[in-house]
C-alpha cells in the first residue's frame, strides 16, 4: 500500500499539546481503525486512530510527543500530509454488547468520539463513557452529547474524580456487559483484571509502536493467547482476555 497525499483542511491545538486535525476521506471508516501519517520529514507514517468521521471529513487527535507529531503539530490549513488509511479491524458494530462502558485513557478517548456516535446510532442499550486524564480534559464535552452519562477522571484532581479511572470504573463495573477500552497499556492491563473478575467482556485496542501499519514489518507485535498477532492487521482491536499483557 502507498502513502497518498492528503490537504489539511483543519490543525488546531485544542489543548495543552494536543491537537485535532481535518483531512478529506474515503468513505467506509469504523470506529477504532486508524491511519498512518507521514510529514516530509520523516521516513516512517505514525498510527493516529480515526476520532471522528463527518461525511467526507475525518478528524484525528493527537498528542505531540516527540519528532513525529511535533512535525504534524507544525503544518498549517491548505498544506499536504501523506497518509494511507483507513487501516486495521477496528470495534465491531455487528455485535451487541448489552450495556456498555466506554474507556479512554488520556490520549485514548480520540477513538471513542466516533465509537460513541455509532454506537449511540444503534442505541440498543445503556452508553456510559469514563475518561481518565493526568491534568487537562478534552474531548469528553463532545462525546457526552452521544452517551448516557460521562465519567471523568484527572490524577490531579482538578476535574471530576481524583485518581485513575479504573476505581470509579471498578466501582460501576457490576452495571455493565462490556467494555470498550482504549489508553496505555498499564491502564488497559487493570481495566482486562476488573472485567476478567466480573465476568463482564472487554476489547481493547492496542497501542504498539508501528513502521509498516500494513502488516508488512513485525515491529507491531502484540502477546496473545492464539500466539503473536500483528497490532496493525489484526488489530488494533483485540478481545482483552485474549492478550497477554
Ligand atoms: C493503532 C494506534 C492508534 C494511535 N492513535 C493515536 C491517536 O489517535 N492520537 C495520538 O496522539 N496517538 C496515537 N497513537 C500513538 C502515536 O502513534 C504515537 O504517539 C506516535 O507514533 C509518536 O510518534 P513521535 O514521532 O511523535 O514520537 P516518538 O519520538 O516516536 O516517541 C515519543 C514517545 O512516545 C512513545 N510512543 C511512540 N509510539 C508509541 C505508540 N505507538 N504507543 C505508545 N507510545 C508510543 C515513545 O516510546 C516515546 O516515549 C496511536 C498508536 C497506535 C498504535
Ligand atoms: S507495523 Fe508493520 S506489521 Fe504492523
Known amino acids: 500500500?502507498?502513502?497518498?497525499?492528503?490537504?489539511?483542511?483543519?490543525n488546531i491545538e485544542v489543548s495543552k499539546g494536543i491537537y485535532s486535525m481535518k483531512l478529506k476521506h474515503k468513505k467506509g471508516i469504523k470506529p477504532g481503525q486508524f491511519y498512518m501519517l507521514k510529514g516530509e520529514k520523516s521516513f516512517l507514517g505514525r498510527?493516529?486512530?480515526?476520532?471522528?468521521?463527518?461525511?467526507?471529513?475525518?478528524?484525528?487527535?493527537?498528542?505531540?510527543v516527540g519528532k513525529g507529531t511535533n512535525e504534524f503539530s507544525n503544518l498549517k490549513e491548505g498544506e499536504n500530509i501523506k497518509i494511507i488509511g483507513p487501516l486495521g479491524n477496528g470495534f465491531s458494530l455487528e455485535q451487541d454488547y448489552g450495556k456498555v462502558a466506554l474507556v479512554g485513557g488520556g490520549i485514548g478517548v480520540a477513538p471513542m468520539l466516533e465509537l460513541a456516535k455509532a454506537l449511540n446510532k444503534e442505541k440498543k442499550s445503556k452508553i456510559d463513557f469514563y475518561g481518565g486524564f493526568r491534568d487537562e480534559?478534552?474531548?469528553?464535552?463532545?462525546?457526552?452529547?452521544?452517551?448516557d452519562k460521562a465519567i471523568v477522571s484527572t490524577n490531579t484532581g482538578k476535574v471530576g474524580y481524583k485518581g485513575f479511572i479504573t476505581e470509579p470504573l471498578l466501582e460501576n463495573i457490576k452495571n455493565y456487559d462490556t467494555v470498550l477500552c482504549c489508553g496505555p497499556e498499564v491502564m488497559m492491563k487493570k481495566v482486562v483484571e476488573i472485567c476478567k473478575e466480573n465476568n463482564?467482556?472487554?476489547?481493547?485496542?492496542?497501542e504498539k509502536h508501528m513502521a509498516c501499519g500494513v502488516g508488512a514489518c513485525l515491529v507491531c507485535t502484540c502477546k496473545t493467547k492464539e500466539g503473536?498477532?500483528?497490532?496493525?492487521k489484526d488489530g488494533p482491536v483485540f478481545n482483552g482476555l485474549d492478550v497477554e499483557f
Open 1 to 10: 500500500m502507498e502513502y497518498i497525499t492528503s490537504k489539511i483542511i483543519e
Open 200 to 206: 463482564v467482556n472487554v476489547y481493547v485496542s492496542m
Open 47 to 64: 498510527p493516529i486512530s480515526v476520532c471522528e468521521v463527518d461525511n467526507d471529513v475525518v478528524r484525528f487527535l493527537y498528542a505531540v
Open 228 to 232: 503473536n498477532k500483528r497490532t496493525c
Open 137 to 147: 480534559v478534552y474531548l469528553v464535552n463532545e462525546i457526552e452529547a452521544y452517551v
